[in-house]
């Protein structure tokens, strides 16, 4: 104990000492603790807004499409106050290569994300197979197209290194 002169004998000393750590250290993790929390809030908030959404083919229905030509029918589609496509028409036969060439901020992603669904015209059709992609799941719109998109890097090297590194690795398994 404390003296009458102030001092401490060393196993007080050693015994505040570890008294101090065992009380500092729990506060300093809860203060750590904090700025993960508000993350984790933000990241729930986000989630809870995204859950918000409508999900955009509560009215499809599988189809199962009998020929596969592309059609825009008057389709007008505009990125909130910016119109890209005004009043567009034109057909894309099944089995034929077609190309959309036009400048930057033409329209060309956009037709192939309005084909694909990702966005809903303001007025028109698309439609995939004479079939309208509002009235198709979009399972069903996705089982039925394929797209390549303008920046694809699947492997950096040829199919051939890759299945012969695939097969050295599985005969290192056994």
């Known amino acids: 104990m404390a ?3 102030g001092s401490l004998n060393l196993s007080t000393m050693l015994l505040l000492l570890i008294f101090i750590f065992r ?3 729990p506060i300093k993790a809860s203060g750590g603790l904090s700025g993960q929390i508000r993350i984790m809030e933000a990241v729930l908030d986000r989630y ?3 859950k918000k959404i409508e999900v955009i083919d509560e009215d499809g229905k599988d189809v199962d499409l009998k020929r596969f030509d592309i059609e825009f029918a008057g ?3 505009a990125y909130e106050k910016r119109d890209v ?3 567009i028409s034109f057909k894309i036969p099944a089995d034929s290569m077609t190309a959309l060439v036009g400048a930057s901020g033409s329209g ?3 037709i192939a994300n309005l084909i694909a669904r990702f966005w809903d015209v303001q007025e028109g ?3 995939v197979g004479g079939v309208n992609v509002k009235a198709m ?3 069903s719109l996705l089982k039925n197209i394929s797209m390549v998109f303008q920046k694809v890097c699947l492997f950096n090297d040829t199919i051939l290194t890759i299945s012969n590194l695939a097969s050295r690795m599985s005969a290192w398994k056994k």
């Open 125 to 127: 059709e698309v439609r």
């Open 3 to 5: 003296g009458s002169s």
């Open 85 to 87: 496509l005004k009043n």
């Open 48 to 50: 809870e807004a995204i």
């Open 23 to 25: 009380i500092y250290l």
């Open 108 to 110: 060309k992603t956009t």
């Open 75 to 77: 389709v007008s589609f």
């Open 137 to 139: 799941s979009c399972d």
